[in-house]
T-cell receptor, first 114, second 113 residues
Framework: QQQVKQSPQSLIVQKGGISIINCAYENTAFDYFPWYQQFPGKGPALLIAIRPDVSEKKEGRFTISFNKSAKQFSLHIMDSQPGDSATYFCAASKGTSGTYKYIFGTGTRLKVLA | DGGITQSPKYLFRKEGQNVTLSCEQNLNHDAMYWYRQDPGQGLRLIYYSQIVNDFQKGDIAEGYSVSREKKESFPLTVTSAQKNPTAFYLC????????????FGPGTRLTVT
């Protein structure tokens, strides 16, 4: 019940296309869903995050869509660029007494072709 | 220049030796975390600390130890009891009040042979 399942494992998209990465969770107590971007040999960087009280959040070319009833959320990268080539991780968290432990998905390696 | 620093970037050790990874933050965050990352897997929580002199085990704490003597420092020791210590280790920090965002350091790649 603590798992976060992420798909696909890898994704190849043409420049200018839309990249879509999906995550599913089971624990309905999760109340925070961030996406992280990681370049090789670097630490993950927070990209965008959503709480379950909204169904969509957009920041620039990045959008999170959230479906509470289906317990799924997804990251959409519009107008994908070669610089977006990285590994993306979704996560879910349940705040407990000020500590927000994350459960991470297994990651999606995105390659955007020039 | 605020952030999280981890040192060294690469670390090599012989099997049977303990090794300590450094993590320092100047963000004035209360909570700090250690994760392990293996190829094809997500990040897995080793230990976390909400406050100085207190820490809790994460999901894979066996073979690891930590200390939190100062707010800005959270070193991780990989002991000889850890069966598969070769991995990429990531430190993170966050506020503990009304904030979920965790900020990660650049990581330390540990290779044990």
């Amino acid at each position: 019940q603590q798992q976060v399942k992420q798909s696909p494992q890898s994704l190849i998209v043409q420049k200018g296309g839309i990249s879509i990465i999906n995550c599913a969770y089971e624990n309905t107590a999760f109340d925070y869903f961030p996406w992280y971007q990681q370049f090789p040999g670097k630490g993950p960087a927070l990209l965008i995050a959503i709480r379950p009280d909204v169904s969509e959040k957009k920041e620039g070319r990045f959008t999170i869509s959230f479906n509470k009833s289906a317990k799924q959320f997804s990251l959409h990268i519009m107008d994908s660029q070669p610089g977006d080539s990285a590994t993306y991780f979704c996560a879910a968290s349940k705040g407990t007494s000020g500590t927000y432990k994350y459960i991470f998905g297994t990651g999606t390696r995105l390659k955007v072709l020039a | 220049d605020g952030g999280i620093t981890q040192s060294p970037k690469y670390l090599f050790r012989k099997e049977g030796q303990n090794v300590t990874l450094s993590c320092e933050q100047n963000l004035n965050h209360d909570a700090m975390y250690w994760y392990r990352q293996d190829p094809g897997q997500g990040l897995r929580l080793i230990y976390y600390s909400q406050i100085v002199n207190d820490f809790q085990k994460g999901d894979i704490a066996e073979g690891y130890s930590v200390s939190r003597e100062k707010k800005e420092s959270f070193p991780l020791t990989v002991t000889s009891a850890q069966k598969n210590p070769t991995a990429f280790y990531l430190c993170a920090s966050s506020w503990t009040e009304s904030s979920y965002e965790q900020y990660f350091g650049p990581g330390t790649r540990l290779t044990v042979t």
